[in-house]
């Protein structure tokens, strides 16, 4: 049974930074094309950056130039560098292996929750 689990999330100050983690319990992690999704209250999970089992990365454009994301295959790991964040950042961070588009494929861990706030 595949396990994903987030961490790093925390409450940080408009500007601040945050690098959030998620080890994924995937055979041949490294075949797959991994995403992070956020979700704030009474809004729809969406996806705000990808990376692909070769290293290339997509973002949505609310977080271009600010997040980061990239994966270390010998840890099973996917991480998302969090910059100049933003109140409307605040949400519940979750990743995923990608199906096909911005489907994902397993079931949702927990996330982690990241709240931007003065």
């Known amino acids: 049974q595949v396990q994903l689990v987030e961490s790093g999330g925390g409450l940080v100050q408009p500007g601040g930074s945050l690098k959030l983690s998620c080890v994924a319990s995937?055979?041949?992690?490294?075949?797959?094309?991994m995403a992070w999704y956020h979700q704030a209250p009474g809004k729809q999970r969406e996806l705000v950056a990808r990376i692909t089992s070769g290293g290339s990365t997509k973002y949505v454009d609310s977080v271009k130039g600010r997040f980061t994301i990239s994966r270390d295959n010998a840890k099973n790991t996917v991480y998302l560098q969090m910059n100049s964040l933003k109140p409307e950042d605040t949400s519940v961070y979750y990743c995923?292996?990608?199906?096909?588009?911005?489907?994902?494929?397993?079931?949702w861990g927990h996330g982690t929750q990241v709240t931007v706030s003065s």
């Open positions: 995923n292996a990608l199906l096909q588009g911005d489907l994902a494929l397993f079931s």
């Open positions: 995937i055979r041949s992690f490294s075949n797959y094309d």
